[in-house]
């Protein structure tokens, strides 16, 4: 697929997944300091949003806010925009990295109470205030995507779909975690809205790339580019939905566990067959509309009368042929056919008849040929025949059968001839001057009598 065939990108939905990528930035930022207040005044619904629940810790908030930052920063043109996304992806993968050393070294960097002390977790034996391994990856990988180059586009979108997937797995296991009560639940470490705020960077920092990795299908004026604006976030956030839904209902105690399995499975069925179904609507309306355009190009290419190529046919074999001709060196030869006195077998049998004549011509024409050649009506009562590979003799040899084949042909009226001028393209030729080569053995053909073929000079 060359480039200019590639889905466009409309600037439109370009500056709208920045404005996506800047909203899901600022909503970090405010929800990092949110926690940080809450961490401040010890309130605890901003701490953790759901009772009970893990809370996002003071170093989860500073993480995020500089993730956010960052993200931000990459959003806007400024010169110094770089400098800073480097610098706080930078800060926030040293905050991942030196958690994860904590976790696998048992040290104490100081970190953990860097801001702000955490008696309760004290009190349950757990390290105060250290956010869990999952975030600490999570910034890992985040501060990794801000410091990628930003030509290895791989990479980052590797890096942020990882995020994801950290993101998507916590959400779905908060829904059995709040269900069940279980505290020791997978990803229940890492706080509700600690996995949302990773849901937001991951998405934000693909965005950030529009026009290039999942971005340039999502900004795509493609029926492609409208199945995955249709179908990505639906089909990123149903899992986590429908495991919520379960467990709720499931603490509710009205439904039994059977039935809650059949509505899951029912309704994640129902999800995938309404998104084939999209996906299927929209290659039907690709598909059709491919056809109609394929019809369209060739009644454009098809002569109305014969059925051969016509001459905007001709004229595109041609360009074809001296490409192909100056690439690999192939040769060709065109012939150019005249019927003969063809003006006096109007004026004796009348134009419909003549028209008749010209349709047994076109259907004589490909018999004497080979499938690759190309022939088509050139104009008038003159057709032209391309011969791809053919030199002047071989060409020759075509253009008599050809002369032969007419001579010999059941015609209505009388007997009807042809004449023949051969041309083989000389190196370096341009078409013009090959096409009145040819043109001028075919007035020899015509002065030497008719019914003939003459081959020009090679
Ligand atoms: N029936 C019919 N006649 C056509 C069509 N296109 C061109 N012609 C006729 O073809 C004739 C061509 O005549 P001329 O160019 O004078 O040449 P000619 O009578 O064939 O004589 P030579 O070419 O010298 O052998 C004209 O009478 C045109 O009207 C067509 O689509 N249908």
Redesign the pocket.
Known sequence: MTAATLPAISPRRAATLRRFARGAGAAVVVIACSALLGWAMDIDLLKSVVPGHAEMKANTAIGLLLSGLALLASTFPHPHAPTAVTLMSGAVLVLGLATLAQYATGADLGLDTLLFDDPKALALGRPPGRMSQISAIGFLLLGWKGLSDAGRVWLGQTLALLVLAIALFALSAYGYAMGTGDREAPFNPISMHTAAMLFLLALGWLATDAGRGVARVLAADSFGGELARRTLLPALLVPALLSYLAQLARASDWISEGAIITVLAVSSGVAVATMIWWASALLDRVERQNRTAVALRDSAHTDA?TGLGNRRAFDAALVRLFEQRERVGLTFSLLLL??????????SFG?????E??RQAGRLLPLALRPGDVATRY???EFAVLLPGARRADALVVAERIVADVRNGLWLHRPVTV?VGVAEARAGEAAPALVARADAALYAA?QAG?DRAVAAEP
């Open positions: 009368l005249d019927l003969d006195h063809f003006k006096a077998y109007n004026d134009h419909p008849a003549g028209d004549a010209l104009g008038g009562e004449s015509k008719r």
